[in-house]
């Protein structure tokens, strides 16, 4: 006979005291069980690089204890030390408690394989672009990279940075209308020690980059149409609103970008934007623009890519 687990009449722990806990639980292993019993009791939200409690649980312990992702299992075993083992009761009581992403906590969120410093003023990293940028974009260059590439509404600066690790003969520029969140930006160019290349520019939307062409824009600009922002999970309203909302269809920012764009490519350039699940408000807005829709092997949706020809093409379509 199959069993299920009723929520409503299990007890968290999470009242213990701390002192309890640190008694009764020692090892990598007891914490990750006893996290992630919490966080499924807590009813959680995953979003910002985890989807359940398990993985949310794994991300918060290898964090506090500065472990890779792909730590050797054996250390699963090892005993923490008392002031290991506080950290990471005292990291699960505040994500229960104030609803705060896991990467805010930690400082830290992971994007396209490499470390990005994060905190309330950026959105968390989280975009499927990452893919895109792994491969080298080579869909779009096959035979060379792009000479120079633009992040627009650059936020922590994941995406250019990023790209700029995996290309390392491109130029690239991180532009943001926020001063707060190039603040965060210039943080990684420095952590990732690729200032020779990499420049952050303040800019609404193309406003602050007249005269500058691109080989490649690419911008996670905000899409949540106001239906969604409304009743978007706690988790996200500690993200900078600025960032996610775009009015009423969340376009507000991508009309922009379409009708201003073709003025910063190069004639074989490419403009890849993600919209998310703002993608139904863009194929009613355009009804006769070919936007090509991509696909990812890691999940996502969303991001459509347009030539410079197709920009061309369809101009009339953007005014």
Same mark, same amino acid.
């Given at each position: 006979?199959?069993?299920?687990?009723?929520?409503? %009449? /299990? %007890? @968290? *722990?999470?009242?213990?005291?701390? /002192?309890?806990?640190?008694?009764?639980?020692?090892?990598?292993?007891?914490?990750?069980?006893?996290?992630? @019993?919490?966080?499924?009791?807590?009813?959680?939200?995953? #979003? %910002?690089? *985890? =989807? /359940?409690?398990?993985?949310?649980?794994?991300?918060?312990?290898?964090?506090?204890?500065?472990?890779?992702?792909?730590?050797?299992?054996?250390?699963?075993?090892?005993?923490?030390?008392?002031?290991?083992?506080?950290?990471?009761? !005292?990291?699960?009581?505040?994500?229960?408690?104030?609803?705060?992403?896991?990467?805010?906590?930690?400082?830290? @969120?992971?994007?396209?394989?490499?470390?990005?410093?994060?905190?309330?003023?950026?959105?968390?990293?989280?975009?499927?672009?990452?893919?895109?940028?792994?491969?080298?974009?080579?869909?779009?260059?096959?035979?060379?990279?792009?000479?120079?590439?633009?992040?627009?509404?650059? $936020?922590? #600066?994941?995406?250019?940075?990023?790209? !700029?690790?995996?290309?390392?003969?491109?130029?690239?520029?991180?532009?943001?209308?926020?001063?707060?969140?190039? &603040?965060?930006?210039?943080?990684?160019?420095?952590?990732?020690?690729?200032?020779?290349?990499?420049? !952050?520019?303040?800019?609404?939307?193309?406003?602050?980059?007249?005269?500058?062409?691109?080989?490649?824009?690419?911008?996670?600009?905000?899409?949540?149409?106001?239906?969604?922002?409304?009743?978007?999970?706690?988790?996200?309203?500690?993200?900078?609103?600025?960032?996610? $909302?775009? $009015?009423?269809?969340?376009?507000?920012?991508?009309?922009?970008?379409?009708?201003?764009?073709?003025? %910063?490519?190069? =004639?074989? #350039?490419?403009?890849?934007?993600?919209?998310?699940?703002?993608?139904?408000?863009?194929?009613? &807005?355009?009804?006769?623009?070919?936007?090509?829709?991509?696909?990812?092997?890691? #999940? $996502?949706?969303?991001?459509?890519?347009?030539?410079?020809?197709?920009?061309?093409?369809?101009? &009339? /379509?953007?005014?």
């Amino acid at each position: 006979m199959t069993t299920h687990l009723n929520v409503e %009449h /299990s %007890h @968290s *722990t999470l009242s213990l005291s701390e /002192s309890l806990l640190v008694s009764q639980l020692f090892t990598l292993r007891d914490y990750l069980r006893w996290v992630s @019993s919490e966080f499924y009791l807590a009813g959680l939200h995953y #979003g %910002h690089g *985890t =989807d /359940s409690a398990w993985d949310e649980a794994v991300a918060l312990c290898l964090g506090a204890l500065h472990l890779p992702w792909n730590i050797d299992p054996s250390v699963l075993e090892a005993r923490l030390l008392p002031v290991e083992r506080q950290r990471i009761i !005292a990291l699960a009581r505040k994500r229960i408690t104030t609803r705060r992403p896991l990467p805010y906590l930690l400082g830290e @969120s992971f994007f396209a394989g490499h470390p990005f410093s994060v905190d309330e003023r950026v959105l968390i990293p989280r975009s499927p672009i990452a893919e895109l940028i792994e491969d080298g974009f080579a869909a779009w260059f096959p035979e060379e990279p792009p000479a120079s590439v633009l992040d627009l509404c650059t $936020g922590s #600066g994941c995406i250019g940075i990023a790209t !700029a690790l995996y290309l390392p003969t491109c130029e690239v520029a991180l532009a943001d209308i926020s001063q707060d969140a190039l &603040a965060v930006a210039r943080q990684n160019i420095t952590r990732h020690d690729v200032g020779d290349r990499v420049r !952050a520019v303040e800019s609404d939307v193309f406003g602050g980059l007249e005269g500058r062409r691109f080989d490649l824009i690419v911008s996670n600009p905000p899409y949540v149409d106001a239906r969604d922002l409304a009743t978007m999970p706690a988790e996200f309203r500690h993200e900078p609103s600025l960032a996610l $909302g775009a $009015g009423s269809d969340g376009l507000d920012i991508v009309r922009r970008i379409l009708r201003e764009a073709r003025e %910063h490519l190069t =004639d074989e #350039g490419w403009l890849i934007v993600e919209v998310g699940n703002s993608d139904r408000h863009v194929e009613a &807005a355009f009804p006769d623009v070919p936007f090509l829709w991509l696909e990812f092997e890691r #999940g $996502g949706q969303g991001v459509f890519a347009l030539s410079a020809a197709e920009l061309d093409a369809h101009a &009339a /379509s953007f005014q």
